[in-house]
């Protein structure tokens, strides 16, 4: 249990700071360089293309298709039915590896028309409808998911497959929109 706890909270620590990188950076609307460039990885090679949009390949020598990563749209291939886009959200980015083991793809979503707790729930009726199941928060982190909460970061960790599989949703309010990020570690024939 301490395993799949300690892979959830890593998947939620980067979640977190993904979604907290995309409300910094305003990517719900403003342009410019900063709100379109991803942070620079080591082993990742940028490809510019035509859209305002950048994406990124997970390696090197990764093929666009296994593993990609794309600011403001879907990424190409994204798994879509494993992620979907909440309706009337708008993409502020996407990224997955198929070719991992445990696959892992994620999403980032803003919705300046629907509340924090509206977009916990769809994603938690997503994730549930796909055969997850919600943890209940630990006693010895609930003081922090309170203060998470307090401070309007909504966070829900799943589990399916007798744990081998993993998703966390993290939901925060920036610039008066509600911005998701939603993370999934499973099967790479999970991935639809």
């Known amino acids: 249990m301490a ?7 890593r998947l939620a620590g ?4 993904m979604a907290t990188a995309f409300a910094v950076a305003g990517c ?9 460039s991803p942070a620079p990885a080591s082993s990742a090679a940028a490809t510019a293309s035509p859209s305002p949009s950048s994406t990124v390949s997970g390696r090197a020598s990764a093929s666009a298709s296994a593993a990609n990563a794309t600011v403001s749209a879907i990424a ?11 309706p009337g959200a ?6 997955f590896d198929a070719s991992a083991s445990p696959a892992v793809a994620s999403l980032v979503a803003g919705s300046s028309t629907s509340s924090a707790s509206e977009m916990l729930d769809y994603y938690t009726k ?4 796909e055969g997850f199941t919600a943890v ?34 993290t939901v925060v309010t920036a610039n008066k929109q509600a911005v998701a ?12």
């Open 136 to 169: 209940p928060a630990a006693s010895a982190s609930s003081s922090t998911s309170a203060s998470m909460a307090a401070a309007g970061t909504l966070v829900r960790d799943f589990v399916r497959s007798n744990g081998s599989e993993t998703a966390t949703v």
């Open 14 to 17: 980067a979640t977190v700071l």
């Open 181 to 192: 990020t939603v993370g999934v570690s499973v099967a790479p024939s999970s991935l639809k």
């Open 126 to 129: 997503t994730l549930t409808g």
């Open 28 to 36: 719900g609307g403003q342009t410019g360089s900063a709100a379109q």
């Open 76 to 86: 190409p291939g994204f798994p879509s039915q494993t992620l979907p886009l909440m």
């Open 3 to 9: 395993n799949i706890t300690g892979r959830i909270r």
């Open 90 to 95: 708008t993409a502020l980015a996407t990224s």
